[in-house]
C-alpha cells in the first residue's frame, strides 16, 4: 500500500533532510512551498501565502488523496546576535510557528476527518523562559491547539536547537543536534506511528528528559543556569 504524504513547509532544511529519508516505493511524496520553486523529483506546488492558499491546499489533499501531511512551517527570532526581538519579529514568530499550521490543519478537519497530522515542535514548549518567550508561547499554543482537536490524528516532535543555515545566527546551546540527525529520528518514529490520537516524539532521548527537567524546574532556578551556561 503506497502512503500519500503531503510535506508542508519543503523547501526548509529539516523537510529537505526528511523528504530523503522518506524515498521509498512506499511513500508517494508531495511538496508545497512558498514562493520557491521544489524539486522535479516529486509532485510539487508552489504558494504565495499560506493563509491566503488554505482553499489549493485543501484541493490540493482531496485530488491525491492525501492521509499523512508533515507541517515544517518553523522560525527563531529570539537569541540571535541582535539582542532585542523586534515587533515585527514577534508577530512572525506566531504567525509562522502558530497561526500558519493551526489554520491549515483547522481548515483540512472541516472537510477531512482521518488526516494524520506531524509537526515539528521544541524543547521552547515545555516551559516559557527568558531565552526565548515568544517561540515557546507560540509553540504552546501550537500544541494546546492540536490536544482540542476532536478531528484528526497528531505526532508531535519534540526536538531541540537544530543547527541549519536559518539558525546559523545563533548561538547554539550544547543540545545542539545537525539537521540530518533530527531528520533520522523523525523518520524512524513517523514510520513506526501507533494510530493514536496524539502522540509525542523527541528528536534524542537528551531532549526527551531536557524537556522534563524544564517543565518541573521552577522558573526562576532554569533561567538562571541557562544566563551560566549560554
Known amino acids: 500500500m503506497v502512503n500519500n504524504i503531503l510535506i508542508i513547509g519543503a523547501n526548509s532544511d529539516l523537510a529537505k533532510a526528511v523528504v530523503k529519508n522518506l524515498e521509498n516505493s512506499y511513500n508517494n511524496i508531495h511538496l508545497v512551498s512558498r514562493n520557491k520553486i521544489i524539486s522535479t523529483d516529486y509532485y510539487s506546488y508552489v504558494v504565495d501565502d499560506y493563509l491566503e492558499s488554505l482553499e489549493k491546499i485543501k484541493e490540493i489533499v482531496l485530488k491525491n488523496k492525501i492521509k499523512e501531511i508533515i507541517i515544517f512551517n518553523g522560525v527563531i527570532f529570539e537569541s540571535s546576535i541582535e539582542k532585542y526581538i523586534t515587533n515585527f519579529e514577534i508577530k512572525k514568530t506566531i504567525e509562522i510557528n ?51 482537536q476532536n478531528k484528526g490524528y497528531y505526532f508531535i516532535f519534540r526536538s531541540g536547537f537544530i543547527f541549519t543555515k536559518m539558525t546559523a545566527i545563533h548561538n547554539p546551546p550544547p543540545y545542539t543536534q545537525t539537521v540530518e540527525e533530527v531528520a533520522t529520528s523523525f523518520c524512524y518514529q513517523f514510520s ?28 526562576k532556578l532554569l533561567n538562571y543556569i541557562e544566563k551560566k551556561v549560554t
Not at 490520537?197 to 517543565?215: A, C, N, T
Open 98 to 148: 502558530f497561526l500558519i499550521p493551526s489554520s491549515i490543519i483547522t481548515s483540512l478537519n472541516t472537510v477531512f476527518g482521518d488526516i494524520k497530522y506531524s509537526v515539528i515542535s521544541s524543547i521552547a514548549a515545555s516551559k516559557l523562559r527568558q531565552k526565548n518567550y515568544f517561540y515557546g508561547i507560540s509553540k504552546q499554543a501550537l500544541e494546546d491547539f492540536i490536544r482540542s
Open 192 to 219: 513506526n506511528l501507533k494510530n493514536k490520537k496524539i502522540e509525542y516524539g523527541y528528536s534524542s532521548k537528551y531532549i526527551q528528559i531536557l524537556f522534563l527537567i524544564f517543565r518541573f524546574l521552577p522558573s
